[in-house]
């Protein structure tokens, strides 16, 4: 005998198919839709007032047609769509408020404590080596050692977090 299943599930509902929409934080959700649907409905159905805050990619496709079908696009049953929120284009009633207070800054440019971080400690790096150059008495070899130690893993960081975007 088999197992009884919650209401929605992929079996239960003859002629649609299971779409795992899967976003940047990890988490997934998963939608039933129609082959024939089109990009536009999927948006509308489970992003109602984002639609043109939401990217879907899939295989690596930015879905820009919002008049194409599933179908067409070869989305199967199972098949995953990563989702992507922008914050460049914003709606006149957004359905959620923004996390991000609107502020002086530019817009698509996150400015908060972890991206001025690495800026902020090459600085004091900057400085740290100006003082060993100009007041050479000051540091004995174990502080200059420290120094060149510092200064290279603090190089490797930041490489590590803007090497990743190209």
């Not at 098949?79 to 914003?90: D, E, K, L, N, Y």
Request: a positive charge.
């Amino acid at each position: 005998m088999a197992e009884p299943r919650a209401p929605g599930e992929g079996d239960l509902c003859p002629g649609l198919i299971k779409i795992r929409l899967k976003f940047l934080n990890d988490t997934e959700e998963v939608a039933m839709a129609r082959p024939e649907d089109t990009v536009g409905v999927l948006k509308s159905k489970y992003f109602a007032g984002q639609e043109s805050q939401m990217k879907l990619i899939y295989r690596g496709q930015l879905l820009q047609d919002q008049a194409r079908t599933l179908r067409s696009l070869r989305i199967t049953d199972n098949c995953v769509i990563h989702c992507h929120r922008s914050r460049g284009a914003t709606t006149a009633t957004p359905a959620l408020p923004d996390p991000v207070p609107a502020g002086p800054a530019a817009p698509g440019l996150p400015l908060g404590g972890g991206t001025l971080m690495v800026p902020t400690v090459m600085v004091v790096l900057a400085l740290g080596w100006y003082f060993r150059v100009n007041y050479r008495q000051l540091f004995t070899t174990p502080a200059t050692v420290s120094l060149i130690g510092v200064t290279v893993l603090v190089t490797f960081l930041a490489f590590g977090v803007y090497g990743q975007s190209g």
